[in-house]
Structures are given as structure tokens and as C-alpha cells.
């Protein structure tokens, strides 16, 4: 405990009083009390808040020891002085103090001088904290200043608007954004400043925001002497100023960049051309026009013939630089009215509204041929490269952008069975034969793992003996969906999808194990023809396939004959070729299937090493009822003959047709005269029964 002199104590006593206890009580307000000497006497709990000291650190120190800023300290003490002295008293002012840790405490300090008891004079400070105020204040001036740099910082500019329109005043951050004085328009309005259109716009939303009370922003362009200048403009209401605000800003930059992602999201990147979401967003644009007016839209489907060949042969970089010029010609080719879009890879699409007739769209279809007749020149090469286009109209062929689009693919799908280099209008017909193509397709796709394909057998035989020398494996499918279907109708869709490389290869593992059981039963050397199709070819996997085969069924090569259509060598590539040689050497028969359909079978017949020719049935055919035939019939054995390859006669379905064939020189035959295909053990059999009979 500090012990307290009687100097002290004397001057303590009075601090009992009533006044002392209200002091004691606030502790917002800080109320010192000093003696002649500048000591603190009192000290109350608002002081020890605002300045840090304990009563008991505060109490006997000077003031200047306390709470008096160095620099203040002479002057204190000399006013102190000539109060105590003079009489002159201390105005109460804003000064700025010191706190225990030294931080500068604003208050306003008021003093009062007592006399007391033992008279002697004890000066009371009564200070109110001010720093909380100086931080609002500070905070209002620093608000202040940081609205005025942003404003200084940010491009927009401000304009207050009457409700009618006038221009009373404006912020720019800089002069420069502000593209006239703005002596031409304050005061004036905006139908006075901006041109007609644009203060349409403006009159318009000052309209609406002060109905709607709600802001709104709106974009609007002005052709300014550095060129096309895009804006934006906020609006809002000020009720209270009865004033509309407006904010401008200049968004020409961003414009242009979102110009470039529409660009991207809109366009082909490759052509330029609107791409597949932009032209069907246009097709179902001017199907809403043409139904409001009664017009109709045409709708091409066009599609590159033999574009992979390009791009596979000659590389994708040529291929682009094709689908560029290519891209070129259909636009050069249209009307101003029309679209033409990339779908995507080779898939063009133009939209024609209002062609009348079917005249008039026939034209156009003619026409885009027609400009894809002249050959096209990238990179020094020539390159010819045709359309096949289907057409759908609206709203007879569909009233939707799916179904026009669907029916104008389906009639080009048409256009390019017709042969390529052509167009095709879409028919309700074709929709049916899509319909059902899709449906074999979907149903084929597990067929093998459903285990509803058979083999179905057709027995050959020696034209002279009539002996049974082997047979041609035919594939059946049996479907509970669809019911039977022939292999006319399925066997193409397999090809198309290359679903007939496993099924290809179900026919060979198939028929070669049945040979073998064939052969054993029957002890007989026969031979088992087996037909592939192109797409088997590019199935890397084929030799292996056919030799694991002839293995597990313990046979030699030569006991199985391929037969291969003209459309197997046709397309010309290498690997036909390579696989061709493969296999003979393998010791396989090769078989040219359908002879004398095709163009050029006879050149095949030099270029390659066929074993077998078979005569086609349209042939056998008409070999009773004309001369032509009968003629044809003759050369084609006698070529084959002199090759040293075997005939065999298909489709014989009458004995003179027989009898015919035979005095020609046909070596083997097949057909309904004999036999229709039938099931293996049927097959085995008619065999049997057959052998026994002759
Ligand atoms: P293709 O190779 O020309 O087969 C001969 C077709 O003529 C068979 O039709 C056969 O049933 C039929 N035929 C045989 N004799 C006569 C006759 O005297 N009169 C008539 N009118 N027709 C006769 P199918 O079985 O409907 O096969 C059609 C085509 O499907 C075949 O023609 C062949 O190109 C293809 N095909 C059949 N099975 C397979 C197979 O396993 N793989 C491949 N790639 N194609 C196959
Ligand atoms: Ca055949
Ligand atoms: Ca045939």
C-alpha cells in the first residue's frame, strides 16, 4: 500500500463529496483532478478508459508526465501557471493527447478551477473522448476521396436525367471519355444530343424506370469518329431527387470479344460457314417466317462423295483445304436469302425459303452439281469431287427443324445408292424403307449373341455326272421381331456396318465344321464355297481367322472356296490385293461370284488368280429365251476355260437350262432344280438320299 502524506490527505477530503461520486460513476467522459503542482489528485474510471492509467498509476503523477504530448508540455505548464497565478483560465479545445501506449487520443477538453477548504487551487479537465468521432469523420473524407478516385478510375460516365428527358448534370473521370463539351448537352435533351433511334431507346427507359421503379440497362451503338462505338447504359430512378441516373459505359471491347465467341459458338472454325447449331437455329427461324406467310423452306442435304478417300489417301491437311474451297463453291452457288451450313465433317446443309415448285428447287439442286462438276485445284493436284444431295420440303416433307432434317438425310442417303454426283427428293416411301433399315439394323446387333443366324446349305453338282461335288454356305436369320429376313436386305447392312466381319465370321467357322462332318459322314472329297463381302477384307483378323478355321475342322484350304464379287475388287486398294495373294497361297479357292453383272470382270479375271467363275443367275436365266444371253453365257465359259478356271452355272432352275449349259461346257451347277438351300441336317440328309439314288 502507498503510503499517503498528510499534504496529500488534505487534499483528498474533499473528494468525498457528492460531485466526486457522480464523476466516479461515468466512465465515458475522463475527469482528472491536479493540484497547484500539476499532480493528479483524482482520477476516475472514465480516464483510466480514455487513457489507459489505473487510478492508482495515474494518482501523484504530473501531467505532464501522463498524458501531455512532449511538444505540448511548456505550453501546459505555463497556462497551468497563469491560472493558478493569474486568474486566466484554459478555453476548452480539441487537443490531441497522449494515452499510456502512446497513441494520440482526441478529446475535448474543458477545465475548471476549485478553491478548496485549505485554499488551495485543484484544476478539473473534463474530457470527452473525440477519436471515435475523428474516425467517422476521417472515414467520411476518406469515402469521399475514394468515390472521387473511382470515379476518376472507372471509364463510365454519370448523368443525371430529368423525368422529361433533360441532361442536368455529369461525371466523367476523364474529359477525353466524354465524346462532346459538355456545354452541348447539359441542359439539353436527349432527343437534342443523341441521334433519333438511340434517344427512342433512352425515352424509352426513362419511361419505364420511373413506371417500373426498377433498373434497367440497355446497349445501344453510335458511330463516332474513331469509328462504331458500342455502349451500355444503366438506368435507375432516384426518387428522392426525382432524377434518373444513368451510367454509361463504353463496351465496343467486350462487344468484339463476345462477337468472337459467337463467332466460335456460331460458325465452323474451318469454313466460316454457320455451323450445325446456327443453321438449325435459321431453319427453325424461317419455318416460323414461312408459316406465318405460307411459304414454304427447302431443305438440302449435302454430302461429299468420297470424302474419306480424300482425306485418308491425300491426308487431313488437303482434305480441310477441300471442305474450304468446297465450302466456297455452295456459297458462291446460293442466294442471299439462302443458308448454307457445315454439319460437320462432309455434311453441308443448305435452306431456301420460298422456292415455289418443285421446278424451281430442281433447278438449285442441278445448279450445286452442276458447280461441283469442275475439278477442284489444292496444292497442284486435281481433284474431282462430287455432291449427292437430298432434298426435303417444308411443310409437306415436315413442319420441324428434326424431321426436315431427317427426311433431306434420308434422300440423300437415296441420292447416293442412286450413284453419287446426284439428288434425290425425299418420298414417304423412303421414310418407310429407313424405318425398317434401322430396325434390321438395331435387331442385327445382338443376332449373333441371340444365336438367330443359320447356315443354310445349297448343293453344287457336276453338270455331266450330276454327282454332288460340294455346296455354297448361305446365311440365314431368323428374327422374332422381324420374322425371316434374306440376306438381300441384310447382309448389305451388315456390310454398311461392319457387323459382317464377326457374322462373316460365324459363316466360315459354321460351314467349315459342317464340311467336316460332311466329309466324315459321307466319305467324299466336297468342296465348301463361302461368300465374303468387302468390308471382310479390311478385317486384319480374316487370314487368321480362315486358317484357325480350316484347322479346328482338320480340312485342307483347298476344300474351302471363297466367292468374291466385282465390288470386293473394285474399290482398288492394296490390302485387297495383299489379302488376295494371302490367301491363295494359303491354298484356298477363290471364286468370282455374279460374273458378267459388273464392268470389268474380265480384266479382274486376268489381274488376279481365280479358281472358279460363276456364271450369274439373271444369265442362266434368259439363256433359254435369247440369243444374247445364250451368247454371253458361251464367251464366259470359253474365257474361263482358257484361264483354267471351272464354271459353275447358278440359279439352274429348268432342265433345259441344264441341258443347255451342259452342251456349253459348264462344268458344275446349282439351283432349284436340284435344291434350294437348306438346313445342315436337312442338307445332309439330301445328300444321302441323293448319293444312294444315283
Ligand atoms: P449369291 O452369292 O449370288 O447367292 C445365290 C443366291 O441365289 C442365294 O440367295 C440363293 O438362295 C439363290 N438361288 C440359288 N439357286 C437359285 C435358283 O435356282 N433360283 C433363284 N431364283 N435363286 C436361287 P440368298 O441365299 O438369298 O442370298 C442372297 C445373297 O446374299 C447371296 O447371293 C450373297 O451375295 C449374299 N449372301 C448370302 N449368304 C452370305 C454370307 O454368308 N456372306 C456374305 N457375305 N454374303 C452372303
Ligand atoms: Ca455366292
Ligand atoms: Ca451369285
Redesign the pocket.
Known amino acids: 500500500m502507498k503510503s499517503i502524506n498528510k499534504y496529500e490527505l488534505l487534499e483528498k477530503a474533499i473528494l468525498n463529496d457528492p460531485l466526486h461520486q457522480l464523476f466516479d460513476a461515468v466512465d465515458a467522459i475522463s475527469v482528472q483532478g491536479y493540484n497547484e503542482d500539476r499532480r493528479v489528485i483524482y482520477w476516475n474510471r472514465g480516464s483510466e478508459i480514455i487513457y489507459g492509467y489505473t487510478e492508482e498509476e495515474a494518482i501523484g503523477q504530473k501531467i505532464e508526465d501522463l498524458i501531455i504530448p512532449k511538444d505540448m508540455c511548456e505550453f501546459v505548464i505555463s497556462a497551468h501557471r497563469d491560472w493558478v497565478q493569474k486568474g486566466i483560465e484554459i478555453p476548452a479545445s480539441e487537443i490531441t493527447l497522449h494515452d499510456k501506449d502512446g497513441a494520440d487520443v482526441e478529446v475535448f477538453s474543458s477545465h475548471v478551477m476549485f478553491t478548496n477548504q485549505y485554499n488551495k487551487k485543484q484544476m478539473y479537465c473534463v474530457d470527452i473522448n473525440m477519436t471515435d468521432t475523428k474516425n467517422a469523420q476521417a472515414q467520411v473524407s476518406f469515402k469521399e476521396h475514394m468515390l472521387q478516385t473511382i470515379f476518376e478510375a472507372t471509364p463510365d460516365l454519370f448523368f443525371l436525367i430529368e423525368k422529361d428527358s433533360t441532361i442536368t448534370d455529369y461525371y466523367a473521370g476523364s474529359s477525353k471519355n466524354l465524346y462532346t463539351p459538355p456545354s452541348k448537352f447539359i441542359g439539353y435533351k436527349i432527343s437534342e444530343v443523341l441521334p433519333a433511334d438511340v434517344a427512342k431507346k433512352y425515352n424509352t427507359y426513362i419511361n419505364k424506370v420511373i413506371k417500373e421503379a426498377a433498373p434497367f440497362t440497355f446497349e445501344y451503338e453510335l458511330m463516332l469518329p474513331h469509328g462504331l462505338t458500342y455502349f451500355e447504359a444503366r438506368i435507375n430512378y432516384l426518387p428522392e431527387y426525382q432524377q434518373i441516373l444513368t451510367i454509361v459505359r463504353d463496351i465496343t471491347e467486350q462487344h468484339r470479344s463476345s462477337q468472337t465467341i459467337k463467332q466460335h459458338a456460331y460458325y465452323d472454325t474451318l469454313t466460316a460457314l454457320p455451323n450445325r447449331f446456327l443453321s438449325l437455329d435459321r431453319l427453325s427461324q424461317m419455318l416460323n417466317e414461312a408459316d406465318r406467310n405460307n411459304e414454304n423452306v427447302t431443305v438440302c442435304f449435302l454430302d461429299l462423295d468420297d470424302f474419306k478417300k480424300v482425306n485418308d489417301s491425300l491426308g487431313h491437311e488437303i482434305g480441310d483445304k477441300l471442305l474450304i474451297e468446297a465450302a466456297k463453291r455452295l456459297k458462291k452457288a446460293t442466294r442471299k436469302t439462302d443458308t448454307v451450313g457445315r454439319l460437320g465433317g462432309d455434311e453441308f446443309i443448305l435452306l431456301s425459303p420460298g422456292l415455289h415448285d418443285e421446278m424451281s428447287i430442281k433447278v438449285v439442286a442441278q445448279n450445286l452439281l452442276e458447280v461441283f462438276r469442275k475439278p477442284f485445284h489444292i496444292d497442284g493436284r486435281e481433284l474431282i469431287v462430287t455432291l449427292s444431295l437430298g432434298v426435303a420440303v417444308s411443310p409437306d416433307n415436315g413442319t420441324t427443324v428434326s424431321d426436315l432434317l431427317r427426311n433431306a438425310d434420308t434422300a440423300m442417303y437415296q441420292a447416293k445408292t442412286l450413284g453419287r454426283n446426284a439428288y434425290s427428293f425425299f418420298t414417304k416411301e423412303m421414310n418407310t424403307a429407313m424405318i425398317r433399315r434401322f430396325e434390321v439394323e438395331e435387331q442385327m446387333r445382338n443376332a449373333l449373341e441371340r444365336d438367330e443366324f443359320e447356315v443354310f446349305y445349297?448343293p453344287q453338282f457336276d453338270s455331266r455326272t450330276q454327282n454332288v461335288i460340294g455346296a455354297?454356305?448361305?446365311?440365314r436369320w431368323h428374327n422374332p421381331a422381324l420374322g425371316n429376313i434374306?440376306?438381300?436386305e441384310f447382309?448389305p447392312i451388315a456390310e454398311q456396318t461392319g457387323l459382317?466381319v464377326p457374322i462373316?465370321q460365324y459363316?466360315i467357322n459354321e460351314s467349315l465344321s459342317f464340311l467336316s462332318l460332311w466329309q466324315t459322314q459321307q466319305n467324299n472329297d466336297f468342296v465348301m464355297a463361302?461368300?465374303?463381302?468387302p468390308r471382310q477384307f479390311r478385317d486384319k483378323k480374316l487370314l487368321k481367322v480362315i486358317k484357325e478355321a480350316l484347322k479346328k475342322a482338320n480340312l485342307s484350304p483347298d476344300h474351302l472356296e471363297l466367292?468374291i464379287t466385282e465390288g470386293v475388287l473394285m474399290t482398288g486398294q492394296s490390302y485387297i490385293t495383299e489379302a488376295l495373294i494371302e490367301l491363295q497361297e494359303l491354298g484356298v479357292k477363290l471364286s468370282m461370284?455374279?460374273f458378267g453383272t459388273g464392268y470389268s470382270s474380265l480384266s479382274y479375271l486376268r489381274q488376279y488368280h481365280f479358281d472358279v467363275l460363276k456364271v450369274d443367275?439373271s444369265f442362266v436365266n434368259g439363256i433359254t429365251i435369247n440369243k444374247e444371253d445364250r451368247d454371253l453365257v458361251k464367251a464366259s465359259i470359253a474365257i474361263a476355260h482358257s484361264l483354267g478356271l471351272k464354271v459353275v452355272a447358278?440359279?439352274?432352275?429348268i432342265s433345259e437350262q441344264l441341258n443347255i449349259l451342259n452342251d456349253l461346257g459348264c462344268d458344275y451347277v446349282?439351283?432349284?432344280?436340284f435344291s434350294?438351300?437348306m438346313p445342315a441336317q436337312k442338307f445332309l440328309d439330301y445328300t444321302e438320299n441323293y448319293q444312294r439314288e444315283t
Do not use: H, W
Not at 463361302?530 to 463381302?533: C, D, E, I, M, T
Not at 447358278?650 to 432352275?653: A, F, H, I, K, N
Open positions: 445349297q455354297e454356305a448361305l446365311l434374306f440376306p438381300d447382309i459382317i462373316g459363316v463361302v461368300n465374303l463381302s466367292e461370284d455374279d443367275r447358278e440359279g439352274v432352275e446349282q439351283g432349284y432344280y434350294k438351300p
